[in-house]
């Protein structure tokens, strides 16, 4: 029997089937029959109103990252959808599980060098883990339930669904004889978290414990499988120092006894010379990348490498490994638990072992060269502001980090929760950390979210205060301003003997900005000011920007290792 149901209600449905609480776009004329479904269903699913569709992405990525779950964005035809390109992208490169939907021109247009007509199934190829497009209305239950299977199997990562405008009115035909299209939607129960191979489990644990010098990488394989507790378990078991990738910052608090930091690029001094000491590595969904192994010099050719990766093909794929397990990270480190249990494998000293306390002393060392600086003097220090986040804010704030010379000083704020730091860390991309920040906020209302970013980068993104104030999600924008690009400034300077140009631009008052769209706004000009004006901003209930006048040309104490970073 024909069902009256329409494409538009089937595709609502199944995002509601699934749990998805929020829609993220900006409405045309192509998706208004899926916006008439969710009007009657508001209490059900919440659709966000963005002022850019890469707004919209950068929303829908981090409420993603902070939740585990997938979410949604909802996309126009032609220019709204070539706009979603860099966001989606950024979603790819990592591994965020995302479910892009766009409406089409009709199909029997599709083809004609239309007006607005965009190539996007081939654009969006490129930039998704897959991609498909609706021919018949009858098949909307199939491909739907293959796009969510597609993002959260194996390494999660956006995908892309296409539909042609003329088919969402549609009723769903299922008078077929392919099963396929009958039933429904939603899998009433899915197991997508691969248990390792005993053999592996049982080889990797006879290294880790053979190790002297045994070092974890958690990467974001850790935090999808949210297995922090587990990860914490085995190190202590072993006396394994941690180190942490962008993406599984937060696996562990960055105050526990063997948690060393963050590594590579973008790390501390200490991480990378515990990685470089090790002889023993054990990566959690890592996938070893360049910035978080500085072009892949931090590991030794002696050290044995275990690689645990949620896809098969990322093993091996940059370095040579000892043990390669296809795994689930949480599920990895369950049997490594067990197994060691059940064979007594444990170091006697375990999170006080010789090992994390030498390299803590070494980073209480470099936190005093950071802070080694003026921080009375004027223009503000960026150390002073990872110093009052530190001192001001909950110890479970998220903090939205942006691209730019202030993301070097930003890394230096503490994470202690899980979901606490957002970075697009495999594109290096401004124009993300603070529409991060909104889709965080709203995803965890009860935490507080600092935007970290620099002028250049919020300049790319302002329109969303709108966007925050409208809908109520209140965040804290802590501007880095040097008045510039301040790191192609720098590099001019060291690298090109002070021949300046492109790297300055006009100046906003972006406190006066802020108050325009309606969210608060402070200029910082004192240092003495600047922990005040953070207090009020976290207590004001509104979206605030703190417009924090920086010094352009202080040095980072790591200045000279960064020469090495961009020899790529």
Not at 120 to 131: C, D, G, I, L, S
Not at 489 to 494: A, D, E, G, N
Request: glycine share 8%.
């Amino acid at each position: 029997m024909a069902s009256h149901v329409t494409v538009a209600e089937a595709i609502v449905q199944h995002l509601i089937d699934e749990g998805v609480k929020c829609v993220f776009g900006l409405t045309g004329d192509t998706v208004l029959p899926i916006l008439d479904v969710m009007y009657d269903r508001q209490d059900e699913i919440r659709y966000i109103t963005c002022r850019l569709e890469h707004g919209a992405t950068g929303m829908a990525d981090a409420y993603s990252r902070v939740t585990g779950e997938p979410s949604c964005v909802l996309l126009h035809v032609g220019p709204a959808i070539s706009n979603a390109v860099l966001g989606t992208w950024i979603a790819e490169k990592d591994a965020v599980p995302m479910i892009v939907i766009s409406c089409n021109l009709d199909t029997f247009r599709l083809g004609r060098n239309l007006w607005h007509e965009f190539n996007v199934m081939e654009v969006f190829r490129e930039v998704t883990k897959w991609n498909d497009q609706m021919r018949e209305p009858k098949d909307v239950k199939r491909l739907m339930r293959t796009a969510f299977q597609m993002a959260t199997s194996g390494q999660p990562g956006p995908v892309h669904l296409d539909f042609p405008k003329d088919l969402l009115p549609q009723p769903v035909e299922i008078e077929s004889s392919d099963k396929s299209l009958k039933g429904p939607a939603k899998p009433a129960y899915v197991a997508n978290r691969t248990r390792p191979d005993p053999e592996a489990v049982e080889r990797a644990c006879a290294l880790l414990a053979a190790a002297k010098h045994p070092v974890i990488i958690a990467g974001r394989g850790v935090i999808w499988a949210q297995a922090w507790d587990e990860l914490v378990a085995l190190a202590e078991r072993l006396g394994a120092p941690v180190v942490t990738t962008e993406m599984g910052r937060g696996a562990i608090s960055e105050d526990h006894p063997l948690a060393v930091g963050l590594i590579g690029h973008f790390g501390r001094t200490t991480a990378n010379e515990a990685l470089k000491r090790a002889d023993v590595v054990l990566g959690l969904g890592c996938r070893f990348l360049n910035v978080s192994t500085i072009n892949w010099s931090l590991i030794g050719e002696e050290c044995k490498i275990i690689q645990v990766e949620a896809e098969p093909l990322e093993i091996g794929r940059q370095y040579s490994v000892e043990v390669g397990i296809a795994s689930c990270s949480g599920m990895f480190l369950r049997d490594a638990l067990a197994y060691c249990e059940s064979n007594n494998i444990r170091d006697p000293d375990g999170a006080q072992h010789l090992r994390g306390k030498a390299l803590a002393e070494l980073n209480d060392q470099e936190t005093a060269r950071f802070y080694d600086v003026d921080l009375e003097s004027v223009p503000i220090k960026p150390q002073l502001i990872s110093q009052a986040v530190m001192e001001v804010c909950d110890e479970n704030v998220i903090v939205s980090c942006g691209a730019g010379n202030h993301t070097q000083y930003a890394h230096h704020m503490k994470i202690r929760k899980p979901y606490g730091y957002l970075l697009p860390a495999g594109t290096g991309s401004m124009a993300f950390a603070f529409a991060g920040g909104i889709g965080a906020k709203l995803a965890h209302p009860d935490r507080q979210v600092v935007v970290a970013i620099g002028d250049g980068d919020f300049g790319m993104m302002t329109q969303e205060l709108e966007t925050s104030v409208r809908e109520n999600i209140p965040v804290v924008v802590l501007v880095y301003n040097d008045q510039g690009y301040g790191a192609l400034r720098l590099f001019q300077k060291v690298q090109h003997q002070g021949r300046y140009l492109g790297s300055d631009y006009g100046q906003t008052d972006l406190a006066m900005l802020a108050q325009a769209y309606g969210a608060r706004g402070e200029r910082i000009e004192q240092p003495a000011d600047l922990k005040p004006a953070l207090e009020r901003a976290l207590n004001a209930g509104v979206t605030t920007v703190l417009d924090i006048r920086t010094d352009p040309w202080q040095a980072h104490y790591r200045a000279e290792e960064f020469k090495e970073f961009h020899m790529f």
